[in-house]
């Protein structure tokens, strides 16, 4: 039975703490900082050079270092399984010891502390270190996305816009050293100070490279980088604060006399309704190609054997795999191109805070579009990966000052896929799965960075750049590296990728259509239908 009466409740600030630390506003503020903490990849580009000129690698090798970094930010099935069956702290831990060893034996090689690692050393460091990220990814956005399915599109954009973010985040530090409509109310102030944070970022890149700041001034900006992320806390508070009050008010409006409610004991199952002991494994291979309706909970291998799966795996391939090659190699695209040196770090900390628009504006924009017009999140994974293009023929071609415009654009559409991406598969495919369905899903980036990166373009580069030495008698000694001048020198590459990305996007919109009406229909119903049973079952009958 249940029984509740009225009374006077003390609330404490003992217990007010207790409400913000394990509230799930509090949860947001917290993943927002694992966020802006976890985006060392999307750095390499940053920091390739100086394992290049170090440790004497030519561009194949680099980029096999981009893949093997990629491969493991992306390969998360390891922490997805351990999520499925662990609290979310336990993937976070396992994470922090991996980036801790792998990025530490990354720089003990580059600063020759240790003796010269054999390739495939590297390639293990960076992976270890890499591999991290799915663990933060795992145990932060999973568990966002589970407090607030309605609003996954939301949660996804606006901490995927954090890790995006973190690059610039990371390298001021660096520079000063060495529930609704309420709850989208309350993303869209996290949005905003997010955006402040972004809009302090691109200002401070304006005037670093306008100016030579000193150390004084880059400690200065660090303290306010790192001021705004804690921003958010005041929002944790006042939010807590909100539903104190609605709490005391609730209390206050409760009878004086006790109900008692007295609940039957549910019905025996009938003969035609199967034990919940025989429900389907996620495993079982029988049920693979017998998935339920678009928007249930598939099992793993359902999911994994879908068409819808197949599609959006392929056109990830083609659109990641692009974009995140043109990101890993800016350091050497603009050097060959004659960019000054000190344009590199522009082009990361602009390829940094896009990538964070990108997030955001897909997450919060395909949320708006999808609740107010039905318009399918699938169709703007297809326009994005068509921008994307463009930013890759900018690359090939050469255009004057081009790589400026370039960096926004694949910035903004790589950061702009992966909330569409996460999105899509939590919508399809169902919640129950999703720790392990979210991490298979990265996989595509992996495996695309191969093709276009190590097999395409770093080859490319590498055979115009013995070319180029040919010619001019030298020939390439032992352990020295390997550069090449020139728009040449990834033209190529470059158009293949802007066909492949544009291939991906035509593949795409096959999966427009074959998901056109299920976007049409209301797909966050049985949501909302299972909050309103909750809070009925919660609620205290009067006579």
């Known amino acids: 039975m249940v029984a509740a009466s009225n009374g006077g409740a003390e609330f404490g600030t003992v217990a007010f703490a207790s409400q913000v630390i394990t509230g799930r506003?509090?949860?947001?503020?917290?993943?927002?900082?694992?966020?802006?903490?976890?985006?060392?990849?999307?750095?390499?580009?940053?920091?390739?050079?100086?394992?290049?000129?170090?440790?004497?690698?030519?561009?194949?090798t680099l980029n096999l270092l981009s893949f093997f970094k990629d491969l493991g930010s992306n390969v998360g099935v390891l922490a997805g399984l351990i999520n499925e069956v662990t609290p979310p702290w336990v993937v976070l831990s396992i994470g922090s010891v991996l980036n801790l060893f792998g990025y530490v034996m990354i720089w003990l090689a580059v600063t020759r502390r240790i003796a010269r690692p054999q390739v495939w050393h590297m390639c293990l460091y960076i992976c270890i270190g890499a591999n991290s990220q799915s663990f933060a990814?795992?145990?932060?956005?999973?568990?966002?996305?589970?407090?607030?399915?309605?609003?996954?599109?939301?949660v996804l954009g606006l901490l995927k816009g954090f890790v995006g973010l973190s690059g610039a985040i990371i390298t001021q530090i660096y520079n000063a050293v060495v529930r609704i409509p309420h709850?989208?109310?309350?993303?869209?102030?996290?949005?905003?100070?997010?955006?402040?944070?972004?809009?302090?970022?691109?200002?401070?890149?304006?005037?670093?490279?306008?100016?030579?700041?000193?150390?004084?001034?880059?400690?200065?900006?660090?303290?306010?980088?790192?001021?705004?992320?804690?921003?958010?806390?005041?929002?944790?508070?006042?939010?807590?604060?909100?539903?104190?009050?609605?709490?005391?008010q609730d209390l206050s409006n409760l009878p004086s006399q006790v109900q008692i409610v007295e609940q039957k004991p549910p019905p025996p199952p009938s003969a035609a309704s199967p034990p919940e002991n025989l429900e389907i494994s996620c495993w079982n291979p029988k049920s693979m190609f017998n998935p339920p309706a678009r928007g249930d909970d598939y099992t793993i291998l359902q999911a994994l054997f879908s068409v819808d799966m197949l599609i959006l795996f392929f056109a990830t391939i083609c659109g990641v795999g692009g974009t995140?090659?043109?990101?890993?190699?800016?350091?050497?695209?603009?050097?060959?191109?004659?960019?000054p040196k000190k344009s590199i770090s522009t082009f990361v900390s602009l390829v940094s805070i896009w990538n964070y628009l990108g997030r955001v504006a897909s997450g919060f924009g395909s949320e708006h579009f999808l609740k107010k017009y039905k318009f399918p999140r699938p169709m703007i994974l297809t326009l994005t990966l068509?921008?994307?293009?463009?930013?890759?023929?900018?690359?090939?071609f050469d255009v004057p000052n081009g790589l400026y415009v370039a960096s926004v654009i694949i910035g903004f559409c790589f950061g702009a896929q992966w909330p569409l991406l996460f999105a899509i598969i939590s919508e399809l495919f169902g919640l129950k799965y999703y720790s392990t369905l979210y991490n298979f899903g990265s996989v595509a980036s992996p495996i695309g960075l191969y093709l276009l990166n190590v097999k395409l373009t770093g080859h490319l580069y590498d055979k115009e750049a013995l070319e180029q030495l040919r010619a001019s008698g030298r020939s390439r000694v032992e352990g020295e590296e390997l550069n090449c001048d020139g728009a040449v020198c990834f033209k190529l590459a470059f158009l293949?990728?802007?066909?492949?990305?544009?291939?991906?996007?035509?593949?795409?919109?096959?999966?427009?259509?074959?998901?056109?009406?299920?976007?049409?229909?209301?797909?966050?119903?049985?949501?909302?239908?299972?909050?309103?049973?909750?809070?009925?079952?919660?609620?205290?009958v009067s006579k």
């Open 496 to 540: 293949v990728i802007a066909a492949a990305t544009a291939f991906g996007a035509v593949v795409s919109l096959f999966l427009v259509v074959r998901t056109r009406k299920f976007y049409k229909s209301d797909i966050y119903k049985k949501f909302r239908d299972e909050a309103e049973a909750a809070a009925d079952g919660n609620a205290v």
């Open 137 to 154: 990814n795992t145990g932060a956005l999973v568990t966002a996305v589970k407090n607030f399915p309605e609003s996954r599109g939301t």
């Open 386 to 396: 068509v921008i994307s293009c463009i930013g890759h023929l900018l690359i090939a």
């Open 183 to 248: 709850e989208l109310k309350v993303f869209y102030k996290f949005l905003y100070v997010s955006l402040g944070l972004a809009g302090f970022l691109m200002i401070l890149i304006i005037l670093q490279k306008q100016l030579n700041f000193t150390r004084a001034e880059f400690i200065i900006s660090a303290a306010t980088v790192v001021g705004l992320i804690f921003l958010p806390l005041a929002i944790v508070f006042k939010e807590e604060l909100y539903h104190l009050n609605k709490k005391r």
């Open 324 to 339: 995140l090659t043109a990101i890993d190699n800016l350091g050497q695209i603009g050097a060959s191109l004659g960019y």
């Open 25 to 60: 506003w509090f949860m947001v503020f917290a993943t927002t900082l694992i966020m802006a903490a976890a985006g060392a990849t999307y750095m390499f580009g940053l920091y390739s050079p100086e394992i290049k000129t170090s440790l004497g690698y030519d561009q194949t």
